[in-house]
């Protein structure tokens, strides 16, 4: 996909970001220049090969007309997830490789049922905090809140998919 300057995005790693411009640069003395998006985040800038498969690192912000798709995904019943901790671990990181907000909802939705059932463990909790985060960025972007209210949002989807 190809992005213009002013476009809103979401970089797999690093969140919302806004792109600011194209840079022929090489940040290397041993690679040759070439063009990259500058994405300016809220408190840094990340720079994204123009040339290379940028659908695996970046995406566009999710528009707000889909977000009622996503509410539903939030109050769906939540999947089950593996008793085993490492196997768990690779299956989340595996749903969240792709970068998507609906994996996002996925994961939240999942590990909130997990937690509420039993204690989540160290990185359960890191990757749902993270995760959790991270969607609530893109959705008050998108629903032109603010992240409180997106964050209180989220959390009354969950609320009422685990009261179906």
Known sequence: MSYQVNDRVVHIHHGVGRVVGLVNNSFTKKTEAQLYYEIALDQSTVWVPVKTDTHQ??????PKRDLERYRAVLRSRPASLSTDHRQRRLDVLQQLKDGSFESLCMVVRDLTARGRAKPLNE???????QTHNNLAREWSVADGITITEAVKH??????????Q
Request: hydrophobic share 50%; no cysteine; net charge negative.
């Open 57 to 62: 690192e970046l995406r566009a912000l999710t």
């Open 154 to 163: 989220i959390e009354s989807l969950l609320l009422e998919g685990q009261l």
């Open 123 to 129: 990185l359960d909790s890191l990757t749902l905090r």
